[in-house]
């Protein structure tokens, strides 16, 4: 981590978006292994909330009744997860860690676990709910409700599929949590290379 001290002498002499293209010019100094973890790591949570986003719609499907348009449905419940979890990382985690605009762990961890609960786990079940609901009223798979009873009745069917995947909401959590934790290690790293003294690479 940027200690104080080396903050003020860098703070004193370049600004904030020079700071953040020495990191960037430096990032290719990282080990391999640090490099990937900023390079696939909002993949890795993206896949992961996709991943998600299928087991949600399986389970909506089933509730449901739905047997038609299955692959119609599947692709967008992959895809939009995949995309939004991926999108929203390197956006509040990544991207400030690599432009000198966040340095406290604590926050990275925090982003980290809130990215893996809301984008990679909530999202793909909310989203399943309207997409499989929409599909049952097509196709006849439900009595048509009244608007007085349509909340009730998605929060009567989701309960129950909310409790089924909550092995896999824990698991977007930590996940994310992990990622924020690896990215900040290899931050640690980066920042030494480009503001140490020595300015010596880090091996493998």
Known sequence: MMSDRTQGTVAGSVTRQMIGEMLLKNLQRLPDLDQKHFQYGP?????????????????????????????TSSLPMAMLPFMTTATLYT????????????????CVLLRGALVGLTSGAMYPILLALPVNLALAFRYDNILKLEKGNTFRFCVDISMPIVKKMRGIIL??????????????????????????PDREELND
């Open 91 to 106: 956006g509040v985690v990544s991207g400030p860690l690599l432009h000198g605009d966040l340095n406290c762990p604590t």
């Open 171 to 196: 698991m977007q959590v930590l996940f994310g949590t992990y990622l924020g934790y690896m990215n900040f290690e290899s931050y640690t790293k980066l920042v030494h290379i480009t503001f140490a």
């Open 43 to 71: 993949f890795l949570l993206g896949g992961t909330a996709g991943l998600a986003g299928l087991i949600a719609n399986s389970l909506y499907r089933r509730a449901l009744n739905v047997t038609q348009a299955a692959i």
